[in-house]
């Protein structure tokens, strides 16, 4: 079993395991392997090991890959920052968009989703911690923002999603899923839809799990530490 299969397998027996510590089945819990910074044969490897599922950052980063990895079936999650020229590209090559925070935004990636494919699934990223260095929404403006992107036509609004500020403490961190999921359950009695919380990454999966997580991110429990190539 090569290295990437064997950490596969360690992070779904860590999810299964937080599953059932809070009462709930691992089927309900989506694994998204976080490949930013990872070549093409890591992935590939991954895939081989059962993981279909991959989410980038970077948008020329991921087009090379999709191209590289176009003979697997593979669902690909763009994760990171949204620039306004790249929306088309974007909206033509993923499956599911986490981070959008604007409604221009939104509205570009609707109107440059080609019509051969299904509507784009979106997350809003919400700035739960209220951090400055950190991208989405503020909590107080999600319902606004979330009631136009539903009216969207070509994209579909499935839940939120955060990146908390770090902490070591599990008490600590599953303060800010707490809110995040209550958000979203306001929502939703707000007439909304939203299935999913895309919450948790590897040093936090299992209390974001504890709170109602659908969706966990990882990347280094399953790939290693990353290396960023120096500018």
């Known amino acids: 079993m090569t290295t990437i299969a064997s950490n596969l397998q360690a992070v779904r027996d860590a999810i299964a395991a937080a599953a059932a510590g809070a009462g709930r089945q691992a089927n309900e819990i989506s694994l998204l392997a976080v490949s930013k910074t990872f070549a093409p044969d890591a992935l590939r490897e991954a895939y081989r090991a059962g993981q ?6 970077y948008v020329q980063e991921a087009l090379d890959k999709i191209a590289a990895l176009q003979d697997l ?3 690909w999650h763009y994760i990171g920052p949204i620039q306004s020229n790249k929306t088309r590209t974007i909206a033509e090559n993923f499956a599911w968009v986490h981070s959008v925070d604007r409604l221009k935004i939104a509205e570009r990636l609707s109107e440059q989703r080609p019509a051969h494919l299904p509507a784009l699934q979106v997350c809003l990223q919400v700035n739960i911690s209220l951090e400055a ?3 989405g929404v503020a909590p107080n ?3 606004a923002l979330a009631h136009a992107i539903a009216k969207l036509p070509n994209l579909k609004l499935r839940g939120l ?3 908390p500020a770090p902490s070591n403490d599990v008490t600590a961190q599953r303060l800010p899923f707490a809110r995040l999921r209550r958000l979203r359950d306001q929502l939703n009695q707000q007439g909304l839809q939203l299935d999913t919380l895309s919450m948790g990454m590897s040093h ?4 974001a799990i504890a709170e109602g997580a659908t969706m ?3 990347g280094t429990a399953i790939f290693g530490d990353r290396i960023y190539q120096k500018a």
Do not use: Q, W, Y
Request: charged residues 20%; glycine residues 4%.
């Open 52 to 57: 279909t599922c991959f989410a980038e950052s």
């Open 73 to 75: 079936p593979i669902a």
């Open 133 to 135: 260095s950190k991208s």
């Open 141 to 143: 403006e999600v319902g």
């Open 161 to 163: 999603m955060a990146v």
């Open 204 to 207: 936090d999966f299992a209390a």
């Open 216 to 218: 966990v991110r990882i």
